[in-house]
């Protein structure tokens, strides 16, 4: 395994250029938005997570649980208005994965991520994967009825005051029943697609030549499963990269001598290996563009919206209940390596119904 900074990028880039046919698979989670000013969930300080405790809410997670969603849509409603597209700008790392589409040498990128901003670079909807789904389309939670992004955004953007009596939150208009973004919830099933698209890419890996691929892991603590997994089963012809912070999940526990480690800002990353492929003009101008755009709105403004919300008395079943216990199916958002046994034990689970 080769750990490093400037180096390591340089031999993801020499291996692309010495590989003119190589294309690229990206796994990302949130550490590629955070410098977007949108935070990651699980910092001790400053995660998502973290705030949310402090509110009026049952527990942290309540806000994206598809059980407290049904009696309390308010909390989520709050959230989703400062969160949704367009209140917020890609990263360099976001416009890095959009040249990798455009001079052709993208395969796919697999995001945990539901803010969009892959499509907000310009990245095509082809390319991209969002195992935790997304804002881009929504669904009614009860006949699954679904609907285009406007639906719901034209709720969430009412001048009505979200605690009067007016307010109307959406709805289906076949049964009647609550209609929300196409974002995992604690206790919704994965997409299909995600499962689907990367059986095929594992097969495209599987059948192409070791120097045509590279996968390269970025922002990311690989501590939800199935995501966690993805990179135990790349075929080990393919050289795997890592740019992150730190050192995580199979690169920790199972490193390969092929591995190419790059612990440091994501972006500054992005910026290097830019220059070194030849983009960095290109990089500069999308930049530029981006920063034409209006401001994003700060995180600590949505928590004091969140404070002075009338939300309904948690049911008791709901009081503190331990995260974990509530997690159905499917896990949107990052959790503690302290699970990470409740973790392995969903990836087993998972798996079994793939196989089914």
Known sequence: ???????????????LKA???????????????????????????????????KLNLPFAEAVFDIEFFEDNPKPFYLLAKELYPGNFKPSKFH??????QDEGRLQRI?????????????????????AHGSFASNHCIDCDKQFPMEYFKTKIESSLDINSKKFEFAKC????????????????????????????????????????????????????????????????????????LETVGDFKT???????????????????????????????????????????????DVLDDLKNLKIKAPLKEQTKIPSKEKLGKASPLEKDDIESLVDLTKSLQIEEQKKE
């Open 1 to 15: 395994m080769t750990k490093g900074n400037t180096d390591v990028i340089r031999k993801i880039s020499s291996h």
């Open 19 to 53: 590989n003119p046919k190589a294309k690229v698979i990206l796994l990302v989670g949130a550490g590629i938005s955070t410098s977007c000013g949108i935070p990651d969930f699980r910092s001790p300080k400053t995660g998502l997570y973290h705030n949310l405790s």
């Open 95 to 100: 416009y890095l994965m959009r040249l990798f």
């Open 110 to 130: 697999y995001t945990q991520n539901i803010d969009t901003l892959e499509r907000e670079a310009g990245t095509k909807e082809e390319y991209v994967i969002e």
């Open 173 to 244: 208009d076949k049964c009647g029943g609550l209609v929300k973004p196409n974002i995992v919830f604690f206790g919704e099933d994965l997409p299909v697609k995600f499962f689907e698209t990367w059986d095929n890419d594992l097969k495209w890996m599987g059948s192409a030549k070791g120097s045509d691929t590279l996968v390269i892991v970025a922002g990311t603590s690989l501590a939800v499963y199935p995501f966690a997994s993805l990179p135990t089963e790349i075929p080990k012809k393919v050289t795997r990269s890592l740019v992150n």
């Open 254 to 300: 199972n490193p390969r001598n092929s591995d190419l480690v790059y612990c440091g800002d994501i972006d500054e990353a992005a910026t290097i290996l830019a220059t070194e492929l030849g983009w960095e003009n290109k990089l500069d101008k999308f930049i530029e563009e981006g920063e034409e755009e209006g401001e994003h709105v700060e995180i600590a």
